[in-house]
């Protein structure tokens, strides 16, 4: 088939690879360049260097407006395929390809329709997670579905984890359905099941709350990390918590309490305490929590 791809992160990425062998990809739609680092620098998105790597024609975009759905007309496409682009497909673009647009969710839709799916699932304590290509109507991840897989979420398995296997495994299915599709053997199925939302996670979603229970303190580091990144203030100091294990050896602390026990760092919960591995203090490089403790000359601390 001639397809029109659109995606922009990383993750995107092996889909796009994974296409080539198999279809003509007449061109690649990705997000413009963005300012990233400290300097700011103007950078081409994943997806971008990569279809430049493979010597496929880009066209890049913020918005799928009336110029860019000119461009993709006069390609003569078969289908769209989109992977995370981070933008609308709306009518006329939604029709322009001759068998419309399939999208690569990783969720089990119904559940998790959104921008953030694996970070909720991980967030909320779902126990396993997936992907699903479905086909692509106005209505937020609402079309049918072509094919769905699934895979267990690990007991410490971050989003970033998750997302990674995701984007691996969801590229081969995607070649699978796109294969269907050119087939013509069968139609998508509607989805069936509870509807559940997984907006886009701001930083107010990463900040890590100690009076609440060690589960729920936990799942919401995993699902935060590394996208937007887990934080507390530390007797008024801002940290970002990079890596951090449940401590069932260690008994009950008041919940925000920091202490130390030789080079193990602690935070009380409101059961069990979590013990701090990896974090990243304001104004300073990332280090192991044993290394920031000493520096900061301390007996006890507070997290809030």
């Known amino acids: 088939m001639k397809l029109v791809f659109a995606g922009t992160p990383a993750v995107a990425v092996p889909s796009l690879q994974a296409l ?50 000119a461009q993709i007309a006069a390609l003569d496409a078969d289908l769209g395929v989109i992977v995370a682009y981070g933008g609308l497909v709306r009518e006329p673009l ?27 699932s991980v967030i909320e304590g779902d126990t396993e997670s997936g992907a699903t290509v479905f086909q692509l109507v106005p ?45 013509g053997g069968r139609s998508p199925v509607e989805q069936t099941g509870e509807v559940t939302l997984a907006p886009k996670l701001g930083i107010d979603d990463a900040r890590l709350d100690f009076t609440r229970p060690l589960e729920v303190v936990y799942r919401r580091l995993r699902g935060v990390t590394p996208e937007p990144g887990a934080f507390t203030e530390i007797d008024g100091l801002r940290v970002k918590i990079l890596d951090a294990a449940p401590a069932w050896d260690r008994p009950v602390l008041e919940p925000g309490a920091v ?22 203090p304001a104004g300073k490089k990332a280090m192991s929590a044993a290394d920031w403790w000493r520096g900061a000359g301390a007996e006890r601390m507070t997290a809030r």
């Open 259 to 280: 202490i130390a026990e030789g080079r193990r760092i602690y935070v009380g919960t409101a059961t069990t305490p979590l013990e701090l591995l990896q974090v990243h």
């Open 139 to 183: 209505g937020l991840d609402a079309g049918p579905v072509w094919s769905m897989t699934s895979t267990p979420i690990g007991a410490n398995e971050t989003s970033g984890n998750l997302l990674g296997r995701l984007a691996e495994s969801g590229a081969q299915q995607l070649v699978d359905t796109v294969d269907v599709i050119a087939s």
């Open 94 to 120: 939604l029709s322009t390809p001759r068998s419309g647009w399939v999208n690569l969710h990783f969720s089990l839709l119904p559940r998790w329709r959104g921008a953030a799916p694996v970070q909720w």
């Open 20 to 69: 080539v062998p198999h279809h003509r990809i007449v061109a690649v739609v990705t997000r413009e360049d963005a300012p990233l680092g400290r300097k700011r620098v103007l950078t081409p998105s994943p997806v971008a260097v990569a279809a430049d790597e493979l010597g496929l024609p880009v066209i890049k975009a913020n918005r799928l407006d009336d110029a860019v759905t």
